[in-house]
């Protein structure tokens, strides 16, 4: 019974959705500070544009890219990471981290954060939640709380962009279905620590 596949594939589920249910628990409490507010949308939805647009209205804004930096490789991701630089304000300082958590605690400025979904893109990669490294759940799990901990504390107006994912069909594929669990989770404990929460649907806005 111990090398039963069905078993070994029960217990991984359970694993991958207790990821985030601590992150759940624990921050459902009123942020503290500045203003924030989480803009949600699916592909192409205008949900940068939007978020970018709350911003504009600030003299100094910082722009945090949590998504991997383009290279020669991928042409395509950098023609999109290329449009969305043209699209910023020249005046508007970029930072491309992976720790935006640190990057919203030392915030001096108007923060905003583009997006959510590609940052934690690379956080489970780091984790090795894709091979199922051993300790991953916990890992991510650090990291989320890390950033919503920070989310709540920020003291400066901050905007983060997401990915909305519960939407659509169950994905077909370990890495989808990890991904979509785990965003999920994410967008759920930044909402509970927001002042405002937005969806981006076709370019037009719901305020949740």
């Not at 209205?57 to 490789?73: C, E, F, I, N, Q």
């Not at 780091?126 to 989310?151: H, I, K, N, S, T």
């Amino acid at each position: 019974m111990m090398n039963d596949p069905r078993r070994r594939v029960t217990e991984f589920v359970a694993d991958r959705l207790e990821v985030g249910a601590t992150l759940l628990r624990s921050y459902g409490r009123r942020a503290r500070g500045g203003r924030r507010t989480l803009v949600l949308g699916g592909v192409r939805s205008g949900k940068s544009r939007h978020a970018e647009q709350l911003m504009s209205g600030y003299r100094y804004v910082t722009y945090v890219a949590g998504s991997a930096p383009p290279t020669d490789d991928d042409p395509e991701w950098a023609a999109r990471v290329d449009a969305h630089r043209a699209r910023r304000p020249a005046h508007w300082r970029t930072v491309e981290t992976i720790d935006i958590a640190a990057t919203l605690r030392a915030a001096t400025a108007p923060t905003l954060i583009d997006c959510l979904g590609t940052w934690l893109t690379r956080v489970l990669d780091e984790v090795g939640a894709w091979e199922q490294r051993p300790g991953w759940q916990r890992a991510v799990d650090e990291r989320l709380q890390d950033f919503v901990d920070a989310w709540q504390n920020t003291s400066v107006p901050v905007v983060a962009v997401s990915n909305e994912v519960g939407s659509g069909v169950v994905p077909d594929t370990h890495a989808g279905r990890v991904f979509r669990d785990v965003l999920g989770a994410l967008n759920t404990a930044v909402a509970a620590g927001s002042d405002s929460v937005r969806l981006v649907v076709a370019g037009r806005v719901v305020y949740l």
